[in-house]
């Protein structure tokens, strides 16, 4: 028999009457003295529930004082009993110690296996998200609903088909105003008006038909139009989240929002919240109907102004900054991170065409003659200008060195003239049909975040990231 504390030979064997084991007397009953407990099973035990085994051994002799050897070696037996103990008890805490650990091992690598397929199943999710082509509709009233089909609703199909014939017959016979401005009288330019700080963070500018008010709004959520002859801010919006874009719709203005909402003012105020995260870019539709918008989400939506509604929300592969439509009309195209610049049929919402720029794409501007579009990227020193009958490497028609970071580029109506701004400034560059060259006409050290021109070319607006107005002519 050997103690189940000490793992020895008991001098006074005892058994549990609880677990049935066996221990040397004094070892547990000191053990029991202190918890009260079986050392084994760790059930409630007494002295009393203890039986004496009778076992064959030599009886110690009692040592008289400790001065002798025999009472030196029953104290050396006492501290090897405590040292029995206190390892018996070590044991025990090492393997409660290992069990935890044990459980421990086994709930983290199921926590880390249940991460790992939700990160697949995330991951799964969105790549399929940016893949699916689905409309929405989500206006302030409540009262749109989301469709299934890809395309616009026939009449508004059959809108873009008139806008097309009509513009594309006369496009290239379209002679240049006699009262259009030359390189002369635009080499001449220089600052006219400028107004005081408005809308600090201003990035984009709208001139309505007239030519007299500018539309404009920055990062303080609100929007403003701004009379040139007036010099000064005569109607104020306020769009809630800070403003990314701004056109026209007839004489009602229409912004964009980091928050994702497209906000239609004037008399029939609309609230569009197709978006999920921020709407970067606005544009619209030479027929003057159906309106655009792009987004952080990846995707671009078309709305019926007329009708108050969103028709079409179609999803691509990247997030989306900035958009414009062909002069025709039959053509859309939205500029995103990656750096290409998708082009898609306006009718169907099918991808037609992809041009690819050496980083995120940060604005894009259809000449008037409709076969050429400019585009910069985000912090580049060059706006390129692309031909859309050409694929590839073969579309850059030309890469124009501005000299400083262009943020902002702009054609004028009868596509000789190319604006482009940035924050050292502006510079307006020409194309001459006769000779089939560029040259710089103007460059002026006026920052600009925004630049468009006004009535005959004769002027040109631009706003800066402190909101100042400036007409330059």
């Known amino acids: 028999m050997l103690c189940s504390i000490s793992g020895e030979a008991p001098q006074h064997p005892v058994a549990s009457s609880k677990s049935g084991n066996v221990y040397e007397k004094r070892l547990i009953e000191a053990y029991i003295t202190e918890n009260h407990k079986d050392p084994v099973n760790g059930e409630e035990l007494e002295i009393t529930d203890l039986i004496d085994l009778k076992s064959s051994r030599i009886v110690a002799p009692r040592p008289p004082t400790l001065t002798s050897i025999p009472s030196l070696l029953s104290t050396f037996q006492n501290e090897w009993d405590a040292l029995a103990l206190e390892s018996f008890n070590l044991r025990q805490q090492l393997q409660q110690t290992r069990q935890e650990l044990a459980t421990a091992l086994y709930q983290h690598d199921a926590a880390v296996r249940v991460i790992a397929r939700l990160t697949r199943e995330r991951d799964e999710a969105r790549d399929a998200l940016s893949k699916v082509t689905i409309t929405a509709g989500g206006v302030s009233n409540g009262d749109a609903m989301q469709i299934d089909s890809q395309g616009l609703p026939e009449d508004l199909a059959a809108k873009v088909d008139a806008t097309q014939e009509k513009l594309s017959k006369s496009r290239r016979k379209r002679p240049v105003p006699k009262e259009w401005a030359d390189s002369e009288l635009i080499e001449k330019f220089g600052v006219a008006t400028t107004s005081k700080a408005l809308h600090p963070g201003a990035k984009s500018l709208a001139i309505d038909e007239s030519g007299q008010l500018v539309l404009f709004g920055g990062d303080d959520g609100a929007a403003g139009i701004f009379s040139i002859p007036e010099n000064k801010i005569v109607e104020s919006f306020t769009a809630g989240s800070a403003i990314t874009d701004a056109v026209w719709y007839g004489s009602q203005p229409v912004v964009s929002t980091a928050s994702g909402a497209v906000k239609v003012f004037g008399d029939s105020e609309t609230t569009f919240t197709s978006h999920a995260g921020s709407a970067n870019g606005l544009a619209l539709h030479p027929s ?186």
């Open 288 to 473: 003057g109907d159906i309106l655009a918008s792009v987004g952080v989400d990846k995707s671009f939506v078309f709305y019926d102004l007329p009708g108050g509604k969103a028709v079409t929300q179609v999803y691509t592969d990247s997030e989306l900054k900035t958009a414009a439509f062909h002069p025709d009309g039959h053509l859309f195209a939205a500029g995103g991170t990656d750096g290409q610049i998708k082009l898609f049929h306006v009718k169907t919402g099918e991808n037609a065409a992809n041009f690819d720029l050496e980083g995120p794409v940060q604005d894009i501007a259809f000449s008037e003659n409709g076969i050429w579009f400019a585009a910069v990227a985000k912090g580049s020193n060059s706006v390129v200008i692309f031909d859309l009958r050409k694929e590839g490497k073969a579309a850059e028609a030309k890469v124009l060195e501005i000299g400083g970071q262009v943020d902002s580029i702009r054609w004028d109506y009868t596509g000789q003239y190319l604006a482009a701004s940035g924050p050292r400034g502006l510079t307006i560059s020409q194309y001459t049909k006769g000779t089939k060259s560029w040259s710089d006409v103007i460059s002026t050290a006026v920052p600009a975040t925004a630049v468009a021109w006004g009535p005959g070319a004769k002027t040109l607006i631009t706003v800066n990231n402190d909101g100042i107005v400036t007409v330059l002519g």
